[in-house]
């Protein structure tokens, strides 16, 4: 009896026994993941993105672990630590996820989390560019032209920028036209220089944007044309927020090139250069915003006949800026501008209580 019993308890409690739960699917935990990233169904929130990334770069999935690296590269919803990034890049770069492959290169380039070596960057790069990343070709290039981590090749490094420049890469149009420019492991050629440099500058790099109104200034690599250059040289003056946050550098160290250039044209006495370099005064692209300096171009230009610059001295004095307000002198201006076509000009004509200037 006893023993039956004991026997009986024993399959009692085996049959009791709760069996082990088999780990959640880690796809399923990046999702999750990745709902709480952008917010789809689920309010935002990069705390909770960060643990489920975690739980599913814990069970080796490779986006995961690129996600929570890039995560603890900026801090974001986790306190930064460049050390944790790199070691979350590594895992997911091992499993060949090009751009956590290039961020870890980039890590290796600064010094950030791990020790700076340029070689481990270049070989970083080289797996992500071989995949087909325009950014880790880019940079693989810039490393042959420069020797940073492999031997100086420009021919290698042509290669690798017309690859990225192939992706429509404006950075690497721009540079292969640097070389073309500068004959720099290429024979010169300001035409190919021109071409490319206008590549890049269709896709509003400003740099090469600048390049392309000195080009058209000086009639190098393609037909001296100022109404051109004015044209470039003004895209490449405009430091609106949404550039500078896109090219930091540009605004905070290159503009002023930009405004010089038109101010070697505007002194020429060339008026679309004198209306141009106004704009850029009164709207502090390239400079500090000075008014009365755009008041004194405007009126340069305007003084030639050029209807814009008629048009915008009108507005200046009607406003009062930059200058004493006048409106009798801005309604002259005003019907200047009006006479030749310019809408803008009738309507503050219009709001003046003028009468309506006779097109010609």
């Given at each position: 009896m006893v023993a039956r019993f004991c026997i009986a308890l024993v399959i009692l409690l085996s049959c009791g026994k709760l069996p082990a739960q088999p780990a959640e699917d880690p796809q399923a935990q990046f999702n999750r993941g990745s709902a709480y990233w952008y917010g789809q169904g689920v309010p935002q929130d990069y705390l909770e993105a960060a643990k489920w990334y975690l739980k599913a770069a814990e069970q080796g999935h490779a986006e995961a672990q690129y996600h929570l690296g890039q995560m603890f590269a900026i801090g974001q919803g986790i306190p930064l630590n460049e050390a944790e990034a790199a070691k979350w890049y590594r895992k997911a770069a091992d499993q060949g996820i090009p751009l956590a492959q290039h961020n870890l290169g980039t890590m290796y380039v600064f010094g950030q989390g791990v020790p700076r070596d340029l070689e481990e960057a270049a070989k970083w790069f080289r797996k992500a560019a071989d995949q087909g990343l325009a950014d880790a070709q880019f940079n693989l290039g810039v490393a042959y032209r420069d020797s940073l981590g492999v031997a100086q090749d420009f021919r290698e490094a042509l290669a690798w920028f017309r690859k990225a420049a192939d992706q429509g890469y404006a950075q690497a149009q721009f540079t292969i036209g640097l070389m073309y420019s500068d004959g720099q492991g290429v024979p010169k050629d300001l035409a190919e220089a021109a071409a490319w440099f206008r590549k890049s500058a269709d896709q509003m790099y400003p740099p090469a944007e600048f390049n392309m109104g000195a080009m058209y200034a000086e009639g190098m690599g393609v037909p001296r044309d100022?109404?051109?250059?004015?044209?470039?040289?003004?895209?490449?003056?405009?430091?609106?927020?949404?550039?500078c946050i896109l090219f930091p550098e540009w605004c905070t160290q290159k503009l002023p090139q930009a405004q010089d250039g038109l101010r070697k044209l505007a002194d020429t006495g060339y008026p679309p250069a004198q209306h141009a370099l106004g704009i850029t005064y009164?709207?502090?692209?390239?400079?500090?915003?000075i008014e009365a300096e755009a008041v004194y171009w405007y009126r340069k230009a305007a003084e030639q006949g050029y209807p814009p610059a008629e048009y915008d001295l009108g507005r200046v004095l009607a406003d009062g800026r930059g200058v004493r307000k006048n409106e009798a002198e801005a309604e002259a201006w005003f019907r200047r501008a009006a006479e030749k076509g310019i809408r803008e000009a009738q309507t503050r004509l219009e709001t003046l209580g003028a009468p309506m200037a006779p097109p010609k």
């Open positions: 100022l109404e051109q250059a004015v044209e470039w040289y003004s895209k490449a003056a405009e430091s609106k927020p949404s550039r009164e709207n502090g692209w390239g400079s500090v915003q």
